[in-house]
């Protein structure tokens, strides 16, 4: 049976602050300041959320959103995303579970410093997927590009700190400094380093990409066929760090043009930096991430 393919839809008025205006948003944000996450109950499962736009989402029958493989308008059931967020919550419990569970030796032995410092890099500093440091980013962060495989990442991760949390109030001397840096890391070396300075077809690759991920193309002149020049050069101010002329800018984004920016290759001849470049230089990375993953040029 062919598998459903997994739509990604842009959550269109997620960026704007009339959002944050309504209700349900209002509602759900004090809900999640004063007990530190919003529950939502089925039949079989209790799960937490941990953002109030994750929480908009997942309970909402009629979500505003941008088709990006049609490029249409159209209204989502968030509902719908629901069930996939419970199970990778689960199977988020149970990685905790496994991997982290607590003995006595751990609890009342030497291991004990370092269970808990395992347990703070994993939870605020690892990075596990593309640019997202800790465990702990599903607090902060929610999907603006809305797919299954998005969900279940949050899910996922969900479920882990919900059993770290129940840790910490469970055995609240062992984590007495869980949320603070005093787990005898090693100083980290302090970076005295000018900014990088990219160069043009490195900017230039970024515009490509973000226009990519939001389902647009480079600029054309519709009556001459050709690319449209002026809007280009125009653009080249969307980058508040490029610091070269306009018509340079121009000429980096058709030469970056003949390379087959599906081929991770032709991306390395651009630039040996080229992802480190795009997600400084991106000015919306979080769609811009989700894009190259789903052309499979990162990993998650």
Same mark, same amino acid.
């Given at each position: 049976?062919?598998?459903k393919k997994d739509i990604r839809f842009w959550l269109t008025t ?55 493989? $049609?490029?249409?308008? $159209?209204?989502? *059931? ?13 199977? !988020? ?12 030796? $751990? ?22 997927? +593309? ?27 969900? +479920?882990?700190? *919900? ?21 005898n890391l090693p100083p980290q070396p302090i970076d005295e380093q000018?900014?990088?300075?990219? +160069?043009?077809?490195? #900017?230039?690759?970024? #515009? ?50 003949? #390379? ?8 390395? *001849? ?13 000015? *919306? ?13 990162? !990993?998650?």
């Open positions: 049976m062919k598998q997620f960026s704007e602050e009339q959002e944050q205006t309504k209700h349900e948003y209002k509602s759900f944000k004090r809900e999640i300041e004063n007990n530190g996450c919003f529950k939502v109950k089925t039949e079989t499962d209790t799960v937490k959320i941990y953002t109030p736009e994750l929480a908009v989402i997942l309970t909402s029958k009629e979500l505003p959103s941008l088709n990006m493989d $049609t490029q249409t308008e $159209t209204n989502i *059931n968030g509902w719908e995303y629901l069930k996939t967020y419970i199970e990778a919550y689960k199977e !988020g419990e149970q990685y905790f579970e496994t991997e982290f569970k607590v003995s006595p030796n $751990t609890l009342y032995g030497a291991n004990a410093e370092q269970y808990v410092r395992d347990i703070h890099l994993n939870f605020f500093q690892v990075q596990h997927t +593309g640019t997202n440091e800790g465990w702990s980013y599903v607090k902060k962060q929610y999907p603006i590009i809305l797919t299954h495989k998005a969900v279940k990442e949050f899910g996922y991760y969900s +479920g882990i700190v *919900n059993k770290v949390e129940e840790q910490v109030k469970k055995y609240p001397r062992l984590f007495a400094t869980f949320d603070k840096c005093e787990h000018k900014p990088i300075k990219y +160069g043009a077809k490195e #900017y230039a690759l970024t #515009y490509i990409f973000d226009l990519y991920a939001i389902g647009q193309q480079v600029p054309i002149n519709r009556v001459e066929g050709s690319f449209d020049a002026k809007k280009i050069k125009q653009d080249a101010s969307k980058f508040p760090m490029y610091d070269k002329a306009p018509d340079t800018f121009y000429r980096a984004v058709k030469s970056v043009l003949e #390379y087959d920016l599906n081929k991770p290759t032709d991306l390395q *001849n651009i630039s040996k930096d080229w992802l480190n470049a795009v997600r400084n230089l991106s000015t *919306n990375w979080v769609i811009t991430e989700q894009y190259l993953k789903d052309k499979n040029l990162i !990993g998650e």
